[in-house]
């Protein structure tokens, strides 16, 4: 049966104007990540949301899954915070690295692709407004060198990515 992200992920509401975004997983060990608006020092990505709109988390990794059409099971992003009755989508993936200078961009981009995919399966992307990725990684603010993997990205997925830890709300 197919994964409905509305209902079966995890879900957390937040109208304040800067909030982060938090993945205690360690080792394997799936916890779903979180919103959290207290302890800044664990957010792995700062959500700016200037007009304390209100917006969702739906947790993905740690609380769904399928598999891939080889019967493996399918790579995750940690999350998608929707906006506006759910018509702006923005799919994340929370890394906390300083090793593997390359992997942990190579890992993000794989799982928000399969999670992207699959999600496209069963929801028409023009009854959107916005879907958009974000790798954030605690270690690694933004940085222009990312742009051709950026462009590569949305040629393979016409999504627009972004690799930083500042996710503006607007």
Same mark, same amino acid.
């Given at each position: =049966?197919?994964? %409905?992200?509305? #209902?079966?992920?995890?879900?957390?509401?937040?109208?304040?104007?800067?909030?982060?975004?938090?993945? +205690?997983?360690?080792?394997?060990?799936?916890?779903? /990540?979180?919103? +959290?608006? +207290? %302890? @800044?020092?664990?957010?792995? /990505?700062? $959500?700016?949301?200037?007009?304390?709109?209100?917006?969702?988390?739906? /947790?993905? !990794?740690?609380? $769904? @899954?399928? #598999?891939?059409?080889?019967?493996?099971?399918?790579?995750?992003? +940690?999350? =998608? *915070?929707?906006?506006?009755?759910?018509?702006? $989508? *923005?799919?994340?993936?929370?890394?906390? #690295?300083?090793?593997?200078?390359?992997?942990? #961009?190579? !890992?993000?981009? %794989?799982?928000?692709? !399969?999670? &992207?995919?699959?999600?496209?399966?069963?929801? %028409?992307?023009?009854?959107?407004?916005?879907?958009? /990725?974000?790798?954030?990684?605690?270690?690694?603010?933004?940085?222009?060198?990312?742009?051709?993997?950026?462009?590569?990205?949305?040629? !393979?997925?016409? &999504?627009?990515?972004?690799?930083?830890?500042?996710?503006?709300?607007?």
């Amino acid at each position: =049966m197919p994964v %409905d992200f509305f #209902r079966d992920c995890k879900k957390q509401d937040c109208e304040v104007a800067l909030f982060g975004l938090c993945d +205690d997983s360690k080792d394997g060990e799936h916890k779903p /990540a979180y919103i +959290d608006i +207290d %302890d @800044s020092s664990k957010w792995i /990505a700062n $959500v700016h949301n200037e007009n304390a709109l209100c917006i969702s988390f739906y /947790a993905i !990794d740690g609380c $769904v @899954s399928w #598999r891939r059409e080889d019967g493996k099971e399918s790579g995750k992003c +940690d999350g =998608m *915070l929707c906006y506006d009755n759910n018509r702006n $989508v *923005l799919f994340v993936e929370l890394k906390n #690295r300083t090793t593997d200078k390359k992997a942990w #961009r190579s !890992d993000a981009k %794989d799982q928000l692709k !399969d999670t &992207i995919a699959y999600f496209l399966r069963f929801y %028409d992307k023009a009854t959107f407004d916005k879907i958009e /990725a974000y790798i954030c990684n605690k270690r690694h603010l933004r940085n222009q060198r990312y742009a051709q993997f950026c462009d590569n990205f949305k040629k !393979d997925t016409s &999504i627009t990515l972004h690799v930083t830890r500042e996710i503006e709300v607007v």
